[in-house]
């Protein structure tokens, strides 16, 4: 697999941001990672697997993680977030004159892939987001919620540990132990990150029947890390959106069991959605 850097900065923040190109391109796809972890992390089975369906992959670190540079856990604002974002798309778009872009964002990814969608005009064939993180499916101690958010109006910029659990991704051990030595991950977050995070899910939720792009859905009923019943709200308050539950599954479904079936699902319905696209030009 021939992966080729970007070059890339965001308000002076330089940013890690690469791509990769099958033999025949149908189409270009953005994927957008979860909060603490990275893109390298889909470069093992979920990169692969889209380049099967003649997809170019595009993806970055987010600000404060991976690669990318800026304060661990912390940037600027969430408009930043997507702003970012937009100039990926644009990236892609400019790479592949002409031909049909998609978006997959995984928990805080899928967040962002779903309010980029809502905020922001665009031409987009498709949209994935697997355990978008609209809601915690735990609910944070009282204490850390009252320091943070007085943090958010002193100090936005000083980070905290985020509680996530690395034993509720997967329930592959072998996918846990990966993701606690992996030295690019990190379980720091300041204020100006959670909590505009936190809202822009709860607004997506609110504002769902004003998606206007086709988009696929999908969670694990047993994600003790993201709320799939958030996910199931948003799904009823839309008319474009198709969920698939994956009874039982983690958090990262692409590295879950039945990893397979999920990332199938995806491709086939990119499949379909690039045979569609063409059938109408």
Same mark, same amino acid.
């Given at each position: ?22 033999? $025949? ?7 957008? #990672? ?39 856990? #912390? ?5 930043? *977030? ?35 969608? *809502? ?34 109006? $002193? ?12 034993? #509720? ?49 999908? #969670? ?13 709200? *948003? ?27 999920? *990332?199938?699902? $995806? ?15």
């Amino acid at each position: 697999m021939d992966v080729r850097t970007l070059d890339l900065q965001y308000r002076n923040i330089p940013i890690n941001a690469w791509y990769a190109r099958p033999q $025949i391109v149908r189409g270009a796809i953005v994927l957008v #990672h979860g909060f603490g972890e990275h893109s390298g992390r889909y470069l093992d089975v979920v990169t692969p697997r889209l380049l099967e369906e003649n997809l170019a992959v595009f993806s970055y670190d987010n600000i404060g993680h991976g690669k990318s540079g800026g304060k661990r856990g #912390h940037c600027p604002s969430y408009s930043a *977030l997507l702003e970012l974002l937009d100039n990926i798309i644009a990236k892609a778009k400019l790479l592949n004159p002409n031909k049909p872009i998609f978006l997959y964002g995984h928990s805080m990814g899928g967040n962002l892939v779903l309010n980029y969608n *809502l905020r922001i005009k665009s031409d987009l064939a498709g949209i994935i987001a697997t355990s978008p993180y609209l809601k915690l499916a735990f609910q944070p101690p009282k204490w850390k919620m009252i320091v943070g958010k007085l943090m958010l109006k $002193i100090f936005p910029s000083i980070t905290m540990t985020s509680g996530l659990n690395p034993q #509720h991704i997967s329930r592959i051990d072998q996918e846990v132990e990966k993701y606690i030595a992996d030295p690019l991950v990190h379980d720091r977050v300041s204020p100006i990150y959670s909590f505009p995070i936190m809202e822009a899910g709860e607004w997506a939720i609110q504002n769902a029947n004003k998606l206007n792009t086709k988009t696929l859905l999908l #969670h694990g009923t047993g994600d003790k890390i993201i709320d799939y019943r958030a996910t199931e709200k *948003l799904h009823k308050n839309s008319k474009v959106t198709d969920l698939q539950l994956i009874e039982g599954g983690y958090h990262e479904l692409h590295k879950d069991v039945g990893s397979k079936n999920t *990332l199938d699902i $995806i491709g086939i319905w990119l499949r379909n959605s690039l045979d569609l696209f063409y059938s109408q030009k």
